[in-house]
């Protein structure tokens, strides 16, 4: 009777210790596997940061070149007191982002101020042409009524003013006769600040109807739809740049902190894995020292 209690009693204690033995051992593969994703996404991050810093570096560069383009666009509406007509309320916003992620709030920026701008009152009279994917994702849900256009494959190469053109001729021929209107966009200010900003959109009756379209001589119809054309594509080429600076150093600074996140993980889950295994070495040694007792 003894010996069959005490042979129960040894298969229970076998019997628990394996099960330790055996929830260890999976405590330590699953630190392992998730430690070892971690140091592939740290070096993902790693290089995506480096590949954000040289894509950086040349998007500054086209940006100091580009500027002239939107400014002296600007300065001619300025000059020439061109104003929104009164009577026409209808307005056009052009939110210019790109179909690429990972770069914090950038994209959400210009969305969140067209998105203020709709739930005003009046906003029946506005319609929206989404630049990339970003934008019309974040506006679809609530404000895809307002939507009238979506230009795609935007932010994977550097932006041209053949990009630049198209895009403003699928404004002129989108079928909206606006009045007045804004493109929004993220203005670069340096590598870890940026702020959005807008470009003023007006059809070619405001225009004519400037107060100092003298002072640029006499102009006929022909010349300042041309002139409109070009303006708007200077325009759209300009807050492209602006926006492509803007998305590279924001993605750059995004993966920096990814990757110093990644490290102190990983730093933690070494700790752990560490003294988890010193843990099952430990009580492998008092086993084995216990056993050897036992029998002596």
């Not at 099960?19 to 592939?40: D, E, F, G, P």
């Not at 939107?70 to 056009?92: I, S, W």
């Not at 989108?174 to 966009?185: T, V």
């Not at 843990?279 to 050897?292: K, Q």
């Amino acid at each position: 009777m003894l010996g069959r209690i005490g042979s129960g009693a040894c298969t229970q204690v076998v019997a628990v210790v394996n099960t330790q033995q055996n929830r260890n051992m999976a405590t330590l593969k699953h630190i392992s596997m998730r430690l070892k994703s971690v140091k592939n996404i740290q070096k993902i991050t790693q290089s995506m940061k480096m590949v954000s810093a040289a894509k950086y570096t040349r998007a500054e560069r086209d940006l100091k070149a580009a500027r002239p383009y939107g400014e002296g666009a600007v300065q001619f509406y300025e000059r020439a007191e061109v104003q929104a007509p009164e009577n026409d309320t209808k307005q056009l916003y052009v939110a210019i982002t790109s179909d690429r992620g990972l770069c914090g709030a950038v994209h959400t920026g210009v969305s969140k101020v067209i998105r203020f701008r709709l739930q005003e009152p009046g906003a029946e009279n506005i319609k929206v042409i989404c630049v990339g994917d970003k934008s019309r994702a974040i506006l679809q849900r609530l404000y895809s009524k307002h939507i009238i256009s979506v230009v795609n494959e935007i932010g994977r190469l550097p932006p041209t003013f053949l990009d630049a053109s198209k895009i403003a001729s699928g404004i002129l021929t989108s079928g909206y006769d606006f009045g007045s209107g804004k493109i929004i966009y993220n203005k670069f200010k340096s590598v870890v600040s940026y702020a959005q900003s807008d470009l003023p959109l007006f059809s070619q009756k405001s225009v004519e109807d400037a107060p100092k379209l003298a002072t640029y001589d006499s102009l006929d119809s022909d010349v300042i739809q041309s002139y409109m054309e070009f303006s708007l594509a200077s325009m759209v080429f300009y807050a492209l740049k602006e926006s492509a600076c803007s998305e590279q150093s924001s993605r750059m600074t995004a993966m920096d902190n990814a990757s110093k996140n990644a490290g102190e993980m990983i730093d933690k889950l070494t700790l752990t894995f560490n003294r988890t295994r010193q843990a099952v070495i430990t009580r492998e040694l008092i086993e084995i020292i216990s056993g050897a007792a036992a029998l002596n």
